[in-house]
């Protein structure tokens, strides 16, 4: 009823910058949360970015003053501008939002299913 559908991933070097996107479609009333998470291989999921509805936003200290999250609300969308990637950034991210959706409607959480960023040289 709600699908999140991400884009932007790929392979870039040390120092350099990518833009990801998640757009969520489908039956929504309203978005509460949206946000990225990371998960590396052989390690746990993590949170790296969240856009609460209101504007506030949180990060994950080991990304602080290179990620930058922001939301088109009118287009059901959040981006993750990463800058000064670094190797240890490799990672499937992955978009979750927190959704008033659907028919009956009910507030739920959804993932997309993640984008590939590879950092390297």
């Known amino acids: 009823q709600v699908q999140l559908v991400e884009s932007g991933g790929g392979l870039v070097q040390p120092g350099g910058s990518l833009r990801l996107s998640c757009a969520a479609s489908g039956t929504i009333f309203r978005i509460n949360v949206m946000g990225w998470y990371r998960q590396a291989p052989g390690k746990e999921r993590e949170l790296v970015a969240l856009s609460i509805s209101g504007g506030s936003t949180t990060y994950a200290d080991s990304v602080k003053g290179r990620f930058t999250i922001s939301r088109d609300n009118a287009k059901n969308t959040v981006y993750l501008q990463m800058n000064s990637l670094k190797t240890e950034d490799t990672a499937v991210y992955l978009c979750?939002?927190?959704?008033?959706?659907?028919?009956?409607?009910?507030?739920?959480?959804?993932w997309g299913q993640g984008t590939q960023v590879t950092v390297s040289s």
């Open positions: 979750n939002a927190n959704v008033l959706g659907g028919i009956p409607a009910k507030l739920s959480d959804y």
